[in-house]
């Protein structure tokens, strides 16, 4: 098994190396990443990655109305009351009226959606091939990546990209001040600030 490894890793070498082939690869270990986390998920199958947005942000706060989910995940609420109608049919989520405004409905986490539990990853461990420096090295390149990403967006639509930006930081501190701002899923999508 160690010899076909090493054969695996050697065929990967022999690429010579140009843009194309890198993308490649991301998309390849993405694809494989997510495919091995829907196995080691099962119960995540039937939730897309929309729907797993709002139950991780429920998670962290409940009972927004639907018109700050649509603001905070920055979807339109035709698109949101699609996703959280699919989340009460499987009775992960209800709607409830507003204590402050009868018209208007909150969305809370049911029994069953609190229950769900999203695992880490289970292949974290592929790092572990890595030594100390190069994983330095990897998280470094990666933010150069992602900051290239961002720069190459902004370039292309300067006030679309200022609009999101100053629209994510209004949304932080409307929604999320009292969390602490170091919290890896706040940095995450903080997208102007430099890590």
Known sequence: ?????NLNEDYFKLNEVN???LF?????????????????????????????????????KDGFSTKELSEILNISVTSLNETLNKLEQQTLIRKVPSPKDKRVLLVELTEEGRALEFKNHEDTDIFDTLTEEEKENLNEYLNRLTVALHNKFKEE???KYEKIIKNRKEIFEKYFKEFNPNEEWLQLMNCNKKR
């Open 19 to 21: 843009n194309q082939l």
């Open 157 to 159: 639509n300067p006030e």
């Open 1 to 5: 098994m160690n010899k076909e490894n």
């Open 24 to 60: 490649h690869k991301f998309i390849m270990i993405n694809e494989v990443l997510d495919k091995r986390n829907k196995k080691q998920n099962p119960e995540m199958k039937s939730i897309s990655k929309g729907q797993g947005r709002v139950i991780i942000l429920l998670k962290r």
